[in-house]
């Protein structure tokens, strides 16, 4: 699971384009949206893509989906639990 | 037409450089291509990760505003309006969003900036600026009708001052497209001025005398439109200067009066 963390990690910043951030600055436990990283509604819409993308994961609605950006690390497993891509 | 008013801003990134008013010029480092190219470090002093997220037009609206702004310290920019004529509006990321959804994972980001007057919504949401807005999208010259829509601005009393900028942001991959003439290829660019119709306690207070004619503000030939640069230069190094402006859609001059 930490190795799949620190993955996405860097695929959040690389995706994302974050300036001025590396792995080690984000906190897989704190608030994935709306917090220091200053991700928005479209930096979501991105990660949803990302999922889908790599790991062939989807987010059925918006309940599943407030859970699975709460973190990264509950992004790592709600991924871990329903990819269909390896 | 016949318009004056004063600088109290202004700031360019060009391909030979950074320019602002008290900071002069500062080439781009060995590594960099150009404006494209603009760290945040760069232009603006606080850490911004999502300076990295901008999409090309909206990075340069951004970072020449950035750098006029960072420049001007304890003034209330809450109902300034902002006028931006651009070139080519969003189609490097028209172009971008097109090719993601062709590959069949459409980016939100890229859609999200599909629109000339998105580096607009940027500057206004960063820098907190909630007055009137006007985007001039192709044409001859819009970076000078951006301007004369400052000035109307002015004139109705509509904002105490307008930020006006100019850009061009078509990414190099693009400039090849069979949408755009062989003849219309410029480096990205983007210049701002900050002007006001009267003289402020502190500012730069440039008098600037805009006059001439209009022709055809319908006529889409991208010039480069250098004489900002030429405006910022002389604002820079406190000269006087007068240049006159001949192109297919504008013919008149542009004068910065003694300091």
Redo the contacts between chains.
Sequence with gaps: MEELIHKLKEQIIST??????TPEDIDADAPLIGG???LDS??T??LI?LM??EYGATVPDVNVGRKVFSSVRALAQYIHDNRTKN | MHAAGFIQGCSAVHQSGRYSARGGHAAWEQNQQGPLDVQRKQVYEQPLPEFGKLQCADKLAFSAAAMLFGELSGIDRTDFGICLGTVYGSLSTDIRYMESLVAGYPRPAYFSATLPSSPVAEVAIRFGIKGPNRVVCGGACPGLSALDCAFGILRKNKAPAALVMAINALEAADRSSALIGPAQFTEPYAYALLISAGRWEKGLNRRFVFEGEFHDRGMTLAGDESYFLDMILAIILRRQCRIAVESAGFEGSLSIEKD
Aim: hydrophobic share 45%.
């Design positions: 994302l384009n974050l300036s001025d951030i220091g990283l200053g479209i930096d819409l991105e893509v889908e993308k």
